[in-house]
């Protein structure tokens, strides 16, 4: 199947959401499209580390949606 992962960094005082890295690919299933996230987490140059991402297939239907674990404190991740 045919899927858009984006990565994005959610703002606390009201909830908004910036995308950081947006990439399509090709997976099998939904176990398949979230390794691929994992991978593409480590490997995509993005200007900031994201809070968050979704996964959607070529119709635009929401396979998942989540948090991402926090690796580094909150004050190295923010950037003024």
Do not use: K
Not at 30 to 52: F, G, I, S, W
């Amino acid at each position: 199947m045919h899927i858009v992962i984006e990565f994005y960094r959610i703002r606390d005082r009201d909830d908004a959401h910036a995308v950081v890295g947006r990439e399509t690919a090709e997976a099998a299933n939904l176990d398949d499209a979230m390794e691929v996230a994992r991978l593409l987490l480590q490997t995509l140059n993005m200007p900031q580390r994201p809070d968050a991402m979704t996964i959607t297939d070529a119709a635009g239907a929401v396979l998942y949606a989540g948090a991402l674990e926090a690796d580094v404190p909150n004050e190295e991740r923010t950037r003024p």
